[in-house]
């Protein structure tokens, strides 16, 4: 707040003359100055950390409130903390601006429904909409639940009514979620990831064996050249950001590639354009460059890669479509996607000389020969000689002492070839030899504040905690079958092969679930769990409720109505439920989309029958628990003042609502109740499980004495104890775990997450900074710092070595640390060939080697590389948003979405300033087009796909030009996403009206950056 002068005087004249208070060091100025500081002194400063982005910045929260009767704590300052090791002390727009978040006009009080029919929402007592929830969920599930399939095979599923998570909520409630969640036999339930970061995991994952950003944020200080490309973090991770300004002060390069010249860009050494979708080509064009040219890791790419591998025959790519393709399903046999074996069927032929056909490196240099420059300008209208600048810069870094890394975010992601496109970066950097590095990696930046933490929760449709998965029908039927497939055979003499120890985290999970009803007899309660069928991600999910086969849908933390594509047909699909739940501490436009609110909505609710609750739930600041930023480090949070209202943690609605069911089924008997009934629920008041008890049921304990195997007069953990690490974790059922990775988090020694030192223990590592997965390691695969000895490539990037007796350094070694450079284990040791795949084998369902294909809706029309094959052949779309696509000659423009830097997704139009930063919707239109249109800058405009518009105020710009493809002129159109009607802001349109419902091949994530529009004027400034 600003005081004047004369206000001052006017608020201070209780009698000091001014003289006396110029004497006594009451200047106006020197008093204002003190003002903070005197409130600050009375008030308690608590820890936390931004709830938006997932760079995780420390904060330092105050509130004011003794704890005497009547004297309520409220939050009155909040700032950056200086000693979190990678904000420092710095907020963005939205992390300033957080205050008014959680004093926001938006925020829920109170429990209302809405009931079917109605205009208004009615508030009611917790008791009434627990009861009431409850009784829908019971009669839904007990009409619904499929116990069996035809041939016997035992699914509990409960497919009508689905859920979706929060992304900033805590690991706590996350893992009581999947706990209920399970209980009741949903499948149908997604996080945010599936329509962020999805591809993220299937692409890292079938690449390096983990689906994580490999490095830290403070770790891109020690680039030496960084390549931005689908991602814009100057905007959207801004704080984060600043280590890459670092590591431009220390001489790296920094180089964007973008549609749009943004934020990054500006602070870039060269910036590039790009036509939305066509970034394989671009990337495909580096690696014929860096193979053409021999700039290649050698040392590493014939260590750490399967290079030398030898693909079976049978394999083949033609025309546009990989071997094994079946047109009339349109989906791949993947069989022939696989190495060669010996005769003991696993372990994988190589050919170290690389002279073999088929060996993995010749397959791929034959690939990607067709990716020459000239092909790359045509295709994404960059220009060439800057794509040879470009290669040359990644490619001095194919030697020992220099390192590259990449920053991407869902400019990537949001592709129907998401996977392949991540998929190829992470092959140029096993081919430059920067995995493992520091400075290096494949950096994903994540959206949301714990979007990685509920993704290590398993909190998608067929996944579960830890990255195992939930079981299938198919394969799994049984407990032997989950065991026997999940648990591979190493490919490599000499591997870890990490995942063979499936059983021991599944076991210890299920005996979390399921606690003492978990038995050697009943395969430790295995058909409890649900088993799927098929992925019902939010498209499948969306395609269900549009054929009337979902009734319920329970929405936490998740705002769908502006989140999913075709937004429309997703409000006309919501229309068609009986009953949904909305738990969420603001409006959301998901809970009023009965409501009209003219243009912008414009509905009947006389005519929508769904019976609707909103339930309020609290905010980041007024909860204990950790949330897991990008870096993968779980950084714990306090609480500092209570919420408004009767507004109640995730954690205690939850167990509400199923202690409420719970009850029914005592009571009434039902359906398959013993999921439910037999559930573990050891919390001290069954009303209200603390984050305290849930973090350490996340970390996992010993069930029984635990002896050690080398002396068996000892014992690495006694019954009742926290276990250190995961190595503890057995199948036997004496141990238990909610998420074997995040074990080591809250040991005997306390809570690892709430530690603070930030110690430089060598290249920015800080290692006592909080607790990162797994085992605190916080650069993954970092035994490929080294080289085969066991020596680092680069003496200056000293991160762990071998020290003749194990490994140590600066980070946990990601590795075994009493192995031997000598007996040739190899660092990706979640992988069971010990290397990283330049040929990622059968993990994808679209081909081994990512291969360029248009976006659905393609502003070409045809693919020249194969104009029989345009788009992906194995996407996956259902039929009534097949005929919601439109084409190039009714829709001529790329329309691409994406946030901005004031904003955070749908939350920030509740928060005044940042409402105030950022008042209104816009898009951006690039001057050419502009012209021809006869638009001018402030003007209205409409911009329209197939699936309907928004109308908006136009910005016109320099920023976006005007690409030469294939002999054409593409224009695209920039679309920012955070309007709506519940809002503080102008009401807006959503944006996400316009992209179509059609998802990356291998995780469903929606195709929100290439789409096609039309613009048209109809309005002046
Ligand atoms: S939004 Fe991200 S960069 Fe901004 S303050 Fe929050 S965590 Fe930091």
Redo the contacts with the bound molecule.
Sequence with gaps: MQVSRRHFLKVTAGGLAASSMGVLGFLPSEALAEVRQFRLARAKEIRNT?P??S???GLLMYSLGDGAKNAKAEIIHIEGDPDHPV?RGS??P??AGLLDFIHSPNRLKYPEVREAGSSTWKRISWHEAVERIARHIKDDRDANFVTKTAEGVTVNRWLSTAMLTASASSNETGILTQKVMRSLGIVGTDAQARVCHGPTVSALASTFGRGAMTNTWVDIGNADFILIMGGNPAEA????FKWAVEAKKRGARIVVVDPRYNRSAAVADEYLPIRAGSDIVFLGGVINWLVANDKIQWEYVRAYTNAAYIVKEGYGFEDGLFSGYDAAKGQYDRSSWNYEFEADGTTAKTDPTLQHPRCVWNLMKAHYARYTPELVEDLTGTPKDGFLRVCQHLGSTAVRDRVGTILYALGWTQHTVGAQNIRTMAMIQLLLGNIGMPGGGVNALRGH?NIQGLSDLGLLSTNLPGYLTLPSEKAHPTFADYIAKTAPKAQAPGQLNFWANTPKFFVSLLKWFWGDKATKENDWGYDWLPKWDKMYDVLQVMDLMHNGKVNGFIVQGFNPLTSFPDARKTAADFAKLKYMVVIDPIATETASFWQNHGEFNAVDPASIKTEVFRLPSTCFAEEDGAIVNSSRWLQWHWKGANPPGEAKTDQEILAELFMAVRALYAKEGGTAPEPILNLSWPYKNPLEPTPEELAKELNGRALADIPDPKDPTKFLARKGEQIPNFALLRDDGTTMSACWIFAGCWTQAGNQMARRDNTDAGLGNTPGWAWAWPANRRIIYNRASCDPSGKPWDPKRNLISWNGAAWAGADVPDFKVDSPPADGMNPFIMNPEGVGRLFCTDKLVDGPFPEHYEPMESPLGTNPLHPKVVSSPAVRIFKADRERLGTHDQFPYVGTTYRLTEH?QFWTKSVRLNAIAQPEQFVEIGETLAAEKGIKAGDWVQVSSKRGHIKAKAVVTKRIKALKVAGRTVHQIGIPLHWGWETVAKKGFLSNTLPPAVGDCNTQTPEYKAFLVNVEKIGVA
């Design positions: 931004c938006y982005c760079v995780g910045c904000s907020l963005c939205k992390g991770h801004p704080v984060g504040s955070f």
